[in-house]
């Protein structure tokens, strides 16, 4: 019960990210193509912008997508495996996931010190760029934690068409 109110709270915080990023990119882009057809400019650094909340839809939906367990899916041996193997295949795909992302995460994560320290920023606008990576450092914890969850979690059934 607590897991699953874990899960409503997360789904619900990321799905708000992700359509707060969308809604900014689909405002901005509106404003920036408006004003270079009325006005013959666009929006300064608007390509930055829309550039960085693409981040946020990415991943913030990285965990969205591995909470549904919606990733691709590849099935080569799911007709030379017996039924039986699919549980375990299924959960040796989440604890090589977890792996990897968490592995990610903390390669993005040490990067984004290092751009604080040095203090990158964007070309035109001059935004900096270390929390965002930070940003993205965390959000592939997340979606490790989320897979993490599903490896130690009852199995939960594929849908048929995925297989």
Do not use: N
Not at 2 to 17: D, F, K, N, P
Not at 139 to 146: E, H, S, W, Y
Request: glycine share 10%.
């Amino acid at each position: 019960m607590l897991r699953e109110a874990i899960e409503r709270g997360l789904r619900r915080a990321l799905e708000l990210v992700v359509a707060a990023c969308m809604a900014a990119m689909m405002a901005l882009m509106f404003a920036d193509v408006g004003a270079r057809k009325l006005l013959g400019t666009s929006v300064p650094g608007a390509v930055e912008v829309i550039e960085l909340l693409m981040l946020g839809v990415v991943f913030a939906g990285l965990p969205l997508v591995s909470l549904a367990g919606e990733h691709i899916v590849m099935d080569m041996l799911d007709h030379v495996l017996p039924a039986a193997w699919r549980p375990l295949q299924a959960r040796l795909a989440d604890l090589v996931s977890a792996l990897l992302l968490l592995a990610a995460g903390g390669l993005v994560l040490q990067r984004s010190l290092r751009t604080l320290a040095y203090g990158d920023v964007t070309p035109a606008l001059q935004i900096g760029l270390g929390g965002f990576q930070f940003a993205i450092g965390l959000l592939l914890g997340v979606a490790a934690a989320v897979h993490v969850l599903r490896l130690v979690g009852p199995q939960r059934q594929e849908p048929q068409e995925a297989r």
